[in-house]
């Protein structure tokens, strides 16, 4: 019997003022997971949406509630 596991622990986000995108990433991913009954997570790169998401600040701050908007 396989154990479901959907929430992962939260990753080192060094020098980079990027929590927004690295909790934000987390939860998303940890919550699709969950929604989808599936029995592992997909990790999200949150190094992605510090880099693409255009409506936050990369390195120097943003908006988690943007996240999802960039993920869809």
């Given at each position: 019997?396989?154990?479901?596991?959907?929430v992962d622990l939260i990753s080192n986000q060094g020098t980079c003022g990027s929590c927004w995108a690295v909790s934000s990433t987390m939860a998303f991913s940890d919550?699709?997971?969950?929604?989808?009954?599936?029995?592992?997570?997909i990790d999200?790169?949150?190094?992605?949406?510090?880099?693409c998401d255009n409506r936050s600040?990369?390195?120097?701050?943003?908006f988690?509630?943007?996240v999802n908007m960039y993920f869809k």
């Open positions: 019997d396989k154990k479901k596991v959907c919550r699709k997971c969950i929604h989808d009954n599936s029995d592992a997570r999200y790169s949150y190094g992605q949406v510090v880099a600040y990369g390195c120097n701050g943003g988690p509630e943007k």
